[in-house]
């Protein structure tokens, strides 16, 4: 009896016409998850099998590639009856059910026994050895018998991938990553709709520490097992914070900064070719994410900026960055540029004009290409996970 894994494609078998592309870049992301491992791949437009002699290792690593609908244990047996049913049978031991249901399809039509008496064989075994019932309507346990050329597949175990579009479908995204709680959650949500990312990170040493960094690449790598590609863009925020500080009256500076920030964001957007902003703000939080700040940080820039927490409350997304192991890390005590100079009263609505008119008090444009010219790209691939913290 071999043992399989057999993966079953999640949204993408609605996407009829670009089902190939899909499945082609699945098979892409899963090899470099995989890249570790020693193992075989098959696949065609429905369904694709993995061998291995590490399986409950690649198991594990395929629950965080986005695009699985289902991972089932499989196996592969001789096609003849006894020893279907004694598979079966062992196979079943682990398991505890108390209600089944035998499905059998027999692709290959020179076996001689027709589907329905597979099944109610088998079934009759089970009964014979295990304290159970039969359930047609719902059963406890499915128990899926195929019968193709290449030998019987029994599927016993279908564990829940984590679903989603395969990373890369839908191009690059920038993501604005703080070291916050939020802003790993919107990451981890936008590789969830196929979007792979570059991370952009605004320092500003010496108020920010090298911890701070670090924590934010930590962040990143933590994201990076549902990508593999992902790199951190880090700016070198200092001399025009420090500008902002000294021209800007102190209610406004955060708003400013943001605006520059999302300045920046538009250039590098441009520069690397990627496609749209996105980032952590979430409706109301903070000062800077009303919707009257909103509207006027984000006028700055023509290009699209998607906030996926935007209308979760942060006890979800504390929930969801539990679950995706980032929050750990994201409540380690280091301070970031927004949170360095914080005024005591931020303005909560804004007004244009007044923000032109401080804007019109510095040379921020040769700044802000200062920003651009001097950030630091650091390619997680090389980047070790004991040197961080
Ligand atoms: P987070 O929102 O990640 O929990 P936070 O709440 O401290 O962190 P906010 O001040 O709410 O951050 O900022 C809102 C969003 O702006 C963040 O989610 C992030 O996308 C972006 N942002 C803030 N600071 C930085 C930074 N230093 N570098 C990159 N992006 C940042
Ligand atoms: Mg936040």
Redesign the pocket.
């Given at each position: 009896m071999k043992k399989l894994l057999l993966i079953k494609y999640g949204e993408l078998t609605t996407k009829k016409g670009n089902r190939k592309t899909f499945i082609k870049l699945l098979v892409k992301n899963i090899q470099a998850v995989l890249a570790d491992e020693d193992y075989q791949i098959r696949y065609d437009r429905v369904r694709m099998y993995i061998e291995s002699d590490s399986l409950t290792t690649i198991q594990e690593k395929l629950t965080k590639v986005f695009g699985i609908h289902s991972i089932v244990e499989c196996y592969q047996v001789n096609t003849n009856m006894e020893e279907i049913a004694s598979s079966l049978v062992t196979l079943l031991k682990d398991v505890s059910f108390q209600t089944f249901k035998v499905e059998t399809k027999r692709a290959d039509k020179d076996f001689s026994i027709h589907s329905m008496e597979v099944s109610r064989r088998l079934g009759g075994v089970i009964l014979k050895n295990f304290p159970c019932k039969v359930d047609v309507h719902n059963p406890e346990m499915k128990i899926e018998v195929e019968i193709r050329k290449e030998g019987t597949f029994l599927y016993v175990r279908e564990i829940a991938g984590i679903g989603g579009y395969p990373v890369g479908i839908q191009g690059k995204g920038l993501?604005?990553?703080?070291?916050?709680?939020?802003?790993?959650?919107?990451g981890y949500l936008s590789l969830k709709r196929g979007v792979d990312l570059e991370?952009?990170?605004?320092?500003?040493p010496p108020h920010?520490s090298l911890e701070a960094k670090n924590k934010?690449v930590k962040l990143a790598s933590i994201l990076n097992a549902y990508s593999g590609n992902l790199k951190v863009l880090v700016?070198p925020?200092t001399k025009l914070q420090e500008e902002i500080y000294k021209n800007v009256p102190e209610s406004y500076v955060?708003t400013i900064m943001?605006r520059m920030?999302y300045r920046i964001a538009s250039k590098i957007i441009e520069r690397r070719r990627l496609k749209v902003i996105?980032?952590?703000?979430?409706v109301g939080?903070?000062a800077?994410?009303t919707l009257d700040s909103m509207r006027v940080i984000n006028s700055v820039t023509n290009i699209p900026v998607i906030r996926p927490?935007a209308c979760m409350d942060k006890l979800e997304?504390i929930e969801l960055a539990k679950k995706i192991g980032t929050y750990e890390t994201?409540i380690l005590p280091y301070e970031?540029?927004?949170?360095i100079f914080l005024p005591k009263h931020p303005v909560i609505n804004p007004d244009l004009e007044k923000c032109l008119l401080y804007e019109s008090f510095f040379d921020y444009e040769s700044l802000v290409e200062e920003c651009v010219q001097n950030i630091e790209v650091i390619s997680l691939k090389e980047t070790k996970k004991d040197e961080l913290l």
């Open positions: 993501l604005m990553l703080s070291g916050g709680i939020d802003s790993p959650v919107a991370c952009l990170y605004f320092e500003s920010t934010v700016v925020f955060i943001r920030m996105f980032n952590g703000e979430s939080q903070v800077s994410q927490v997304i994201s970031d540029c927004c949170t």
